[in-house]
């Protein structure tokens, strides 16, 4: 009797041993997969004693005559697969069973579509583009296409230095129908290397940029355009004193974003009320350089026709005009000499002469500092004008 229990014991743990084996498809869960694509197969088994599988391809249905193809795997429960480009587009069914077959030791996938590639909904990155620079404190057009079906949303993750999480800069959404994208680059953005990944909001569809540059251009978002410009003061013929303030002035043609060309007083009266914060706002930030170069003035055969005639109107004597022809005339130089090297652009600024500076004719050159070297309207010289000492004689200036 003793013995009839155990043996009914032992046959009651092993058939709850068989019946609680249990072998799960996790993928594919559905979906669609594309020929020449690699993916995992994987499987969870539970109560098996084996680690030997046979993994069946089935199209259309699981029934032998539908059988495509067998993989095997030992070990852990996950094949890597990659779609044979001779597959037939359709529904497939995977089914997967230990080796030795073991009861419960069996599962089957969901449906899902093997098809072409070209079917493939994809993302692609038209821009930036490998040549771009881009400026921080600017905003820029981040732009791209797709195909397929994809979800209606789109991620655009910005990396700095490689796409990886833990280079992460920021993340912008859109609709994937929208193609474009506007980024505000702060000002504050480190500058380097940076990459875009657009991504399905909900799905796995991704594309990539390649690396672009973010570089420190001296604007903002509000700041103007390398628009066309012309600096009107000093004006053609005036006369400067040597040693003495000037203020030099220019202007936009075409104001390209209105109301960031602010006075000098309001600019100075933001500085006073910032001194908490070290960075002014953004549409003051621009900032142009002021330099002065020496040009021929008129020659002697230009001068002796001017002072014949203020002779004859009896406006000069021949005593000071012999006075003036002892002024010597400088010629041209070839090289500018800064007066301010960084100034903001709020379209005047006051400039002393140096009194080391001849007499002479000269001109004014502005450049805009968050211009490329390469932009024509980058900058802007002024009319020629006289510099004389303060000694001459107020008579001698209208020859000047």
Not at 126 to 139: A, D
Not at 160 to 169: C, E, L, P, R, W
Not at 241 to 258: A, N, T
Request: aromatic fraction near 10%; include cysteine; proline fraction near 6%.
């Amino acid at each position: 009797m003793k013995k009839s229990v155990i043996i009914l014991f032992v046959l009651f743990v092993s058939i709850g041993m068989i019946y609680s084996a249990n072998l799960t498809v996790n993928q594919p869960s559905g979906g669609t997969w594309y020929k020449g694509t690699t993916h995992n197969i994987t499987w969870t088994a539970t109560g098996c004693s084996s680690t030997s599988y046979k993994i069946n391809i089935f199209r259309g249905s699981i029934d032998e005559s539908n059988f495509v193809e067998q993989l095997t795997k030992t070990g852990t429960p996950t094949k890597s697969w990659t779609i044979p480009m001779g597959y037939t587009n359709g529904t497939y069914y995977i089914r997967i069973k230990t080796d030795p077959a073991q009861p419960g030791c069996q599962g089957d996938s969901a449906a899902f579509t093997i098809t072409d590639p070209s079917c493939a909904p994809s993302i692609t990155v038209t821009n930036p583009t490998g040549s771009s620079q881009w400026c921080r404190g600017q905003s820029s057009n981040i732009t791209w296409t797709s195909s397929g079906s994809l979800n209606a949303n789109v991620k655009i993750n910005i990396f700095k230095n490689s796409i990886n999480q833990a280079n992460f800069v920021q993340q912008l959404t859109a609709t994937t129908a929208s193609g474009s994208k506007s980024w505000a680059i702060p000002a504050s953005a480190a500058t380097g290397t940076y990459f875009v990944r657009i991504k399905e909001a909900v799905g796995t569809v991704y594309g990539d940029s390649p690396g672009f540059q973010v570089k420190d251009c001296g604007t903002t978002p509000s700041g103007p355009s390398c628009s066309s410009f012309v600096v009107y003061k000093p004006a053609k013929d005036d006369v400067k004193w040597i040693g003495f303030p000037m203020v030099v002035k220019w202007k936009y043609k075409k104001l390209m974003f209105p109301g960031t060309l602010k006075s000098k007083k309001v600019l100075l009266a933001q500085k006073a009320h910032l001194a908490v914060k070290p960075v002014l706002e953004a549409s003051l930030v621009k900032m142009v350089k002021i330099e002065i170069k020496s040009v021929k003035c008129f020659s002697i055969g230009q001068l002796v026709p001017r002072l014949r005639e203020m002779y004859v109107k009896k406006k000069v004597s021949l005593e000071k005009i012999n006075t003036l022809m002892k002024i010597p005339f400088l010629v041209e130089m070839l090289k500018w000499k800064t007066l301010k090297a960084m100034t903001p652009d709020d379209g005047s600024e006051l400039v002393i002469i140096p009194s080391s500076y001849k007499k002479g004719c000269y001109v004014i050159r502005v450049t805009k500092l968050w211009c490329t070297s390469s932009d024509s309207d980058r900058r802007a010289t002024s009319e020629k004008f006289s510099l004389i000492p303060l000694q001459i004689p107020g008579y001698l200036v209208e020859a000047l």
